[in-house]
């Protein structure tokens, strides 16, 4: 069973930084094939950030420059370090994985159906 959970979300000012971590447990893939999605209060669920198969990475443009990606594969853990926080960046944060190899191979799991979820971690920044 796979079970990817979130951590190190909280309430910060505006310009402060917070660093999310997602641990991807029983998952048989490489750690990849995770990325972050984030939900604010009213609007749809947004892709901010992922890893392709070949270990690059994307950024939503509305966090680039400011959030960057990284990861442990050891320890199947993928970070998000936040800096320069926006009120705008408030939202629940969610892990994401790829529940497919041929999803992850070909880079088309973060905009399908076929991807495993984490619960969420809540980031709220104050102006």
């Known amino acids: 069973q796979v079970l990817l959970v979130e951590s190190g979300g909280g309430s910060v000012e505006a310009g402060g930084s917070l660093r999310l971590s997602c641990v991807a447990s029983g998952y048989s893939y490489s750690s990849n094939c995770l990325g972050w999605f984030r939900q604010a209060p009213g609007k749809e669920r947004e892709g901010v950030a992922r890893f392709y198969s070949s270990g690059s990475t994307y950024y939503a443009d509305s966090v680039k420059g400011r959030f960057t990606l990284s990861k442990d594969n050891a320890k199947k853990t993928v970070y998000l370090q936040m800096n320069s926080l926006k009120p705008e960046d408030t939202a629940m944060y969610y892990c994401?994985?790829?529940?497919?190899?041929?999803?992850?191979?070909?880079?088309?799991?973060?905009?399908?159906?076929?991807?495993?979820w984490g619960q969420g971690t809540q980031v709220t920044v104050s102006s």
């Open positions: 994401a994985a790829a529940s497919t190899l041929t999803g992850c191979v070909r880079n088309s799991w973060y905009l399908s159906v076929d991807k495993y």
